[in-house]
């Protein structure tokens, strides 16, 4: 009964949060950010002194990723004026992104296997794979009630 009371607030924060207008992004980020970080640690039943560990390991992944992410859309600007050699040097550029990805992502499993078991992190994958279709389910309903309301 906790986590469905958990989750259906922070679903309706969610809904609350997605009417914030552009000049609210970042703190629409921190939101998610923060309904995530609750999610997360009300499912894998974290005390504080895990918590305390766990989360600065996976806030520095996250920022790794984010930068990696906004590196990969800065890249492209127009596609119809890139030339086929500009094409060629993106494709390698995005195929080392992938491969820093995978880096990353690797360092995380070794560095949270010194904390929680591998069944955890097989869980945690699953838990931040279910967060983030709840999100998309969320706002996919949000644009369909707005298309009906036109």
């Known amino acids: 009964m906790k986590k469905i009371t958990l989750l259906v607030i922070l679903f309706i924060s969610f809904y609350g949060i997605q009417a914030q207008n552009s000049r609210d992004k970042e703190e629409h980020r921190e939101q998610i950010k923060a309904m995530k970080v609750a999610f997360i640690t009300q499912e894998m039943n974290m005390d504080p002194e895990l918590a305390q560990k766990f989360w600065p ?18 890249e492209i600007e127009n596609i119809e004026s890139l030339s086929e050699q500009e094409a060629e040097k993106l494709i390698r550029e995005y195929q080392n992104i992938e491969n820093e990805e995978y880096q990353i992502k690797k360092t995380l499993f070794s560095d949270l296997k010194k904390i929680i078991s591998a069944k955890e992190i097989i869980r945690l994958q699953k838990l931040e794979s279910d967060f983030n279709k709840k999100l998309w389910k969320e706002y996919r309903d949000r644009k369909d009630a707005e298309r009906k309301k036109n």
């Open 57 to 74: 390991i996976y806030n520095r992944y996250e920022c790794q990723k984010m930068d990696l992410r906004r590196r990969e859309h800065d």
